[in-house]
């Protein structure tokens, strides 16, 4: 099972699964078109690339300290800190 469709079954009433899951199908595709034009755009920007990677970068590192706080017990008590993902910042 995909997790497009485990998470309209899993959202939803069975019988909206298939348009549901129809509805995710067509999103996907959408975002698969129109992501590399998006990204070539932002690529040929100015500043480039910097910005999206430092935000992608700060994402998965509070990402990945929210897990390991988690599985160390820290749950809702981890002290939240907001990046700027604007290098001007």
Same mark, same amino acid.
Do not use: E, K, Y
């Given at each position: 099972?995909?997790?497009?469709?485990?998470?309209?079954?899993?959202?939803?009433? *069975? *019988?909206?699964?298939?348009?549901? %899951?129809?509805?995710?199908?067509?999103?996907?595709?959408?975002?698969?078109?129109?992501? *590399?034009?998006?990204?070539?755009?932002?690529?040929?920007?100015?500043?480039?690339?910097?910005?999206?990677?430092?935000?992608?970068?700060?994402?998965?590192?509070?990402?990945?300290?929210?897990?390991?706080?988690?599985?160390?017990?820290?749950?809702?008590?981890? %002290?939240?800190?907001?990046?700027?993902?604007? *290098?001007?910042?």
């Amino acid at each position: 099972m995909s997790l497009t469709t485990a998470l309209v079954r899993h959202n939803v009433a *069975p *019988p909206v699964w298939p348009s549901g %899951i129809a509805a995710f199908t067509v999103a996907f595709t959408f975002g698969q078109i129109v992501g *590399p034009g998006v990204v070539d755009w932002i690529a040929d920007s100015p500043g480039g690339m910097t910005v999206p990677r430092q935000c992608a970068t700060f994402t998965s590192t509070d990402a990945s300290a929210r897990a390991d706080a988690r599985a160390l017990g820290g749950g809702a008590s981890v %002290i939240r800190t907001s990046i700027s993902c604007n *290098p001007q910042a």
